[in-house]
């Protein structure tokens, strides 16, 4: 699960997914020129990590970018 989030032209995401390598999952953060990976061996604890992080985003200001599930959905499907 990918999600993108805006404050005024600045951009970032985060994303869910299984690990690369080897079990667990990992939090892969966005920003401008910069990725940072956190890994977890439990589902919650990265669940409860990415609960933590968007809600300071939006205390922060940012922003869900719902028009960045649209390209990303039509990237994927080819539909561009």
């Not at 999952?25 to 589902?43: A, Q, S, T």
């Not at 604890?45 to 959905?73: F, I, V």
């Amino acid at each position: 699960m990918v999600w993108f989030y805006t404050r005024g032209v600045e951009r970032r995401s985060c994303e869910t997914r299984l690990a690369a390598e080897g079990d667990g999952y990992e939090l892969v953060i966005r920003d401008p020129g910069k990725i940072h990976v956190e890994r977890f061996v439990e589902f919650r604890k990265l669940l409860a990590r990415e609960h933590q992080l968007l809600t300071a985003w939006r205390a922060q200001g940012w922003r869900n970018d719902e028009g960045a599930y649209a390209g990303l959905r039509c990237q994927i499907l080819r539909l561009c």
